[in-house]
């Protein structure tokens, strides 16, 4: 009479064990889906500092703060840097972050150095011209980044950028600004110096829609720091710059950089000019 209760109470521990597995391997599933989701808060949290900067920024050019703005700007490329950072370390990346960062970027590099301008000078040209001067580096630069992105969805990995970075874009704007905002220079822009302005609007506008190549910074691991050691140079360069000589600092800091892409441009041409292969690609980093 033993046996057969033996027999049905192992039937039923198989029983259970076959409809815990289904359980268990669920379970797992939405542990490391929330472990992800978790690690993806790390990135996003920087990428909506950016944001918030980028509105901050707007918030003080409209109080009349324009230096204050300025560096808010340069706050908010400092969050951007520090979520790509992120993302590469806790090794997360989707469309949700992606599209967010894109986000942030418009607000920050676009809008704000935008509307930093049009407060700046660009007013003295009217509301309507001035304005439409002023919006050049927002329309263009959504433009750069849903260009970025179509790339990135399309699988196209590189380590040189097509156009310069809103962020750059923002950074050479608003460093200008800091540099020129007390000196005696500009207390009254009159004509020339409002014509250095709109060619500096107009000339970073149109580098961040052009085909124009500009480093990027790769991810500073064993490999890339040999293989790009001139670039992370000129990346602790820059950094270097801008905290011993400041506003002055980071300007010159820009100019190598816009300097880089456009030497290298330069040099393509050449090539394409002296040589058969109209296909020759631009002289890479040694």
């Known amino acids: 009479m033993e046996t057969p209760t033996t027999t049905s109470e192992s039937s039923r521990g198989v029983g259970r064990r076959r409809r815990r597995g289904p359980v268990l391997r669920a379970r797992r599933a939405s542990d490391g889906r929330s472990g992800q989701r978790a ?18 920024s707007l918030i003080q ?5 324009l230096e ?6 340069v706050l908010a490329a400092f969050f951007d840097l520090l979520d790509g950072l992120m993302a590469r370390l806790v090794g997360v990346s989707g469309e949700f972050g992606v599209e967010l960062d894109s986000l942030s970027d418009v607000v920050s590099f676009g809008v704000a150095p935008s509307f930093l301008l049009y407060v700046f000078g660009l007013h003295q040209l009217g509301s309507m011209w001035g304005g439409l001067l002023a919006s050049l580096p927002a329309l263009f630069g959504a433009v750069r980044l849903a260009r970025f992105n179509s790339l990135a969805e399309a699988g196209v990995k590189t380590t040189e950028f097509t156009g310069l970075p809103i962020p750059a874009q923002a950074g050479t704007v608003v460093v200008f600004i800091l540099t020129f905002i007390e000196r005696p220079w500009f207390d009254v822009l009159a004509r020339p110096q409002l014509s250095v302005l709109i060619t500096l609007v107009v000339g970073l506008s149109a580098l961040m829609v052009s085909p124009i190549s500009f480093p990027a910074l790769p991810q500073p691991n064993p490999a890339n720091l040999r293989a790009y050691r001139y670039r992370f140079l000129l990346f602790l360069l820059a950094m270097l710059l801008g905290v011993v000589f400041q506003e002055e600092g980071l300007l010159a800091a820009a100019i190598i950089y816009l300097g880089w892409g456009l030497g290298r441009a330069l040099m393509w041409a050449i090539r394409v000019a002296t040589v ?11």
């Open 61 to 65: 050019t409209a109080a009349g703060n």
């Open 68 to 73: 204050a703005a300025a560096w808010l700007v």
């Open 39 to 56: 690690r993806a808060a790390v990135p996003n949290f920087f990428t909506l500092m950016n944001l918030l900067a980028g509105f901050f």
């Open 276 to 286: 058969e292969d109209p296909d020759a690609e631009p002289v890479e980093e040694p």
